[in-house]
């Protein structure tokens, strides 16, 4: 927890330092009204007391609790400033901290999980700030100013003041004992209800075609449930506590009384009177002393969730990138648009076996190299290196002779454009998706020509508003094809060096994949294609094409020496087009 407020900037320090000054005025201002209160008693005892001098200490009584309530307000004001800003800030923090994460560490967390960390595990933190500020920092003085304001008053009500502390202090490390393991579930538990939530609202239309609603919904429930019971546990727990501490403050004024009873009664005629002021005196403090520590409490309630959720912030904050940026931005080579891989080998983290192994080849500027192989050979795997998605295990991916690491990450991104199998839009305009990300143009004309090229403009023309249509998030209000095609107009829009096409062209008719092919030819000359295709059809004219299987290359080539000499290409081939279309 003390970890995480290093984040707090100066500004905020310096108004924790004012909210100091006002929590120890407020804290004089209470300690003062028992004071007054006893001046009271001991006016309206004494005979021949003005009504006036009662007034005037009544009226500077009023005037304490008045300041008082000015002085907490105040306090709570500061409180909540500094906690909003503090978790704002925060929450931007992790949000560029995930950006900049590989997905390695974003598979590590899970997407869920950094999700409530990212909003649950910050309003934990902000909530003991706002709460933490007020109570921690005046309870202890509370506690300590009232405690010196009641000694050697009477070593009997000390001591009735003293168990009743005990007391608390028992019934409170009972409760935490059993509620602080469950903190750490609670989160956990969150994070996996986030999980299943989530899945089930992006696997909606799966889940309505297959009438898995009720299949669902037992797991739902399950997570639901056990969020539940737990939250339960920890509530019932600590339900004990405020009923605890209001019996003990009831029991310790009564103590009070009933030892002051006793006093009064053995004592002196002279003595009575000064003693049955103190008693109201010193039942006021008592019940301060109580008050600070109850106080704390509640802050031992909040501070072991607050300390689970800021270990989990932490975690992601101090997490080591996998991915250490480069520091080049161009190549020193003449080279431009270049693709080579040496031998390179990769294997997922925490994997056991190489899925792509001893890989090599290079693609130069301005040719199309294509991926062929069956499903899970590991046609994606050897393109995401290239971005830098992951890092080879072994050997080198290097862009124009530069090993891709050496690269500032956005300097080598920007040499790219890249489509992923998965089309992914996000909410805005047509002309936001497609000028998109760092070098993204914004000039319309770029913009329009993407769209011809990538054989968008039909749709992009008639929909409402034409370039600057809506497009809802992930692109719902399009069809498969469609969002495809807006994918590649935004790859293409970037002028890159290399294009890297994910198996993009399978969403796509023959007819709208051959006639983009031949405009890509005609509009991204010189730019470096590589593409993974599932169709003969789509790679056959590439000027090399790359057979994988089980991630190793079982043949390389063009479209005839590959039907001449590689058996696995054959098999697709025959597979998928007559002799005839082959010949
Ligand atoms: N994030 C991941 N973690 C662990 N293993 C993975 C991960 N992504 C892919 N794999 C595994 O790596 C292998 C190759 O996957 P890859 O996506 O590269 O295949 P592909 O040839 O592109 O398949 P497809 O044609 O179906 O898209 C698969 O066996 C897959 O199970």
Redesign the pocket.
């Known amino acids: 927890m003390v970890k995480i407020l290093k984040y707090l900037n100066p500004k905020e320090w310096a108004l924790f330092g004012v909210s100091l000054i006002f929590i120890v005025a407020q804290v004089w201002l209470d300690l003062e009204l028992p004071n007054y209160m006893g001046e009271i008693t001991r006016l309206v005892q004494t005979p021949g007391s003005e009504m006036s001098e009662i007034i005037a200490t009544g009226g500077w009584m009023l005037l304490c609790a008045l300041g008082s309530l000015v002085t907490s307000i105040v306090v709570a004001g500061i409180a909540a400033r500094i906690a909003a800003n503090f978790s704002s800030r925060l929450r931007s923090k992790l949000f560029d901290r995930v950006q900049s994460f590989s ?1 390695e560490e974003i ?1 590590s967390f899970s997407t869920a999980s950094l999700i409530t960390r990212s909003t649950n595990d910050i309003t934990q933190v902000q909530m003991l700030i706002v709460i933490g500020l007020q109570l921690l920092v005046k309870a202890p003085i509370l506690a300590v100013w009232a405690l010196l304001k009641i000694t050697g008053k009477s070593w009997q009500w000390s001591l009735t003041t003293g168990i009743a502390v005990g007391v608390l202090i028992l019934i409170v490390g009972i409760c935490i004992v059993l509620v602080l393991p469950k903190f750490q579930k609670l989160q956990q538990l969150t994070d996996n209800l986030n999980r299943v939530s989530r899945e089930n609202l992006t696997g909606l239309r799966v889940i309505r075609a297959y009438n898995a609603e009720g299949y669902q919904e037992d797991k739902f429930s399950d997570a639901n449930q056990a969020l539940t019971r737990t939250n339960l546990f920890s509530n019932n727990v600590l339900a004990v506590l405020m009923p605890s501490i209001t019996m003990i403050m009831s029991g310790l004024s009564l103590a009070i009384y009933w030892v002051g009873a006793v006093l009064i009664q053995s004592a002196g005629m002279s003595d009575k009177m000064g003693l049955f002021s103190d008693m109201i005196v010193f039942s006021s403090y008592a019940i301060q002393v109580v008050m600070a520590f109850m106080m704390l409490i509640m802050i031992f309630i909040l501070m072991p969730r607050a300390h689970v959720s800021a270990k989990r912030i932490n975690e992601v904050l101090d997490t080591k990138l996998s991915l250490t940026n480069g520091s080049m931005t161009t190549s020193s080579s003449k080279l431009f648009g270049e693709v080579e891989f040496r031998n390179v080998s990769f294997k ?4 056991d076996d190489y ?2 192994k001893d890989i090599s080849f290079t693609a130069k500027k301005g040719e199309t190299v294509a991926f062929i ?10 393109v ?1 290196l290239i971005p830098r998605f992951y890092d080879a295990t072994e050997g080198e991916v290097l862009v124009d002779g530069v090993n891709v690491n050496q690269y500032k990450q956005s300097a080598l991104r920007n040499k790219m454009g890249y489509v992923s ?1 998965k089309a992914v839009l996000f909410g805005g305009t047509v002309t936001s998706n497609i000028a998109f990300g760092d070098n993204g143009s914004d000039v319309s004309a770029e913009v329009v020509d993407a769209v011809y090229t990538s054989q968008a403009s039909d749709f992009v023309e008639k929909m409402e508003g034409s370039y600057d249509a809506h497009i809802a998030q992930g692109g719902s209000n399009l069809s498969g094809g469609q969002k495809q095609r807006l994918s590649i107009a935004r790859a293409i829009a970037r002028r890159p060096e290399i294009l890297i096409f ?2 993009s062209f399978s969403a796509l008719d023959y007819k709208t994949d051959r006639k983009l092919r031949s405009e890509l030819k005609k509009g991204a000359r010189g730019t470096t294609m590589l593409i ?1 295709a ?1 169709r003969i059809g789509t790679i056959k004219d590439a000027d090399k094409i790359i057979v ?1 299987e089980d ?1 190793r290359i079982a043949g390389m080539g063009t479209h005839e020496e590959l039907m001449d000499t590689c058996s696995v290409y054959q098999e697709i081939a025959y597979s998928q087009l007559s002799k005839e279309e082959l010949a």
């Open positions: 997905m598979n997922y983290p925490d994997a899925v792509i192989g069956s499903t899970g050979c590991g046609k994606s795997t050897v995401n199998q994910d198996d993974i599932q994988l991630g």
